[in-house]
């Protein structure tokens, strides 16, 4: 015995039903006399929709063209001057791009006891394209509690 899940009608198992009334908005679902369904609120409504959760994803198509890390220990700034800032500090770039070059050259500080140091000259990116891609789904929810946060 099949059983009409939204009216309750029964009907015999094995057979073919060539009159069942079938609209688009319902869908014929026939479940197995005495069977256990978990059931819950119906939402069937607009005006029954738990207007305080929020549930979605969003995905994400991702393209990289660098990677870089750069720190900076002992970072001081004095910009006290009325014509000039002084920046000094201990930095270190880690730069990685396609067609990324640079020139460096090895200077003296002012003070010449505190010894030498490498700058960068010349930047340059020629050819750059892309270096890395990859995908992401985001998966959230949100319940508010505060008509206001809405």
């Known amino acids: ?20 009334d079938a609209p688009l908005w319902k869908l014929p ?3 197995k006399s005495g069977s256990i369904i978990p059931m819950t609120a119906a939402n069937n409504n607009v005006s029954e929709i738990n207007k305080k959760l ?3 994803a969003k995905l994400k198509f991702l393209f990289g063209v660098a990677d870089g890390d750069v ?13 000039k800032w002084i920046v000094s500090g201990k930095a270190n770039a880690q730069v990685s791009m396609k067609g990324f070059t640079y020139k460096t050259s ?9 010894g030498k140091y490498d700058k960068i ?3 340059d990116v020629d050819g750059a394209g892309l270096s ?19």
């Open 29 to 31: 679902v026939f479940v």
């Open 132 to 150: 890395g891609f990859g995908m992401a789904l985001d998966l959230h929810s949100d319940y508010y509690t505060y008509p206001s946060v809405q």
């Open 106 to 114: 090895e200077d003296e500080y002012n003070n010449s006891d505190k």
């Open 54 to 56: 929020r549930i979605g």
């Open 71 to 83: 720190r900076l220990e002992n970072l001081r700034a004095d910009l006290s001057g009325t014509d």
């Open 121 to 123: 000259d010349d930047v």
């Open 1 to 20: 015995m099949l059983v009409d899940y939204f009216t309750g009608n029964v009907y015999q198992g094995g057979a073919v039903l060539n009159s069942f």
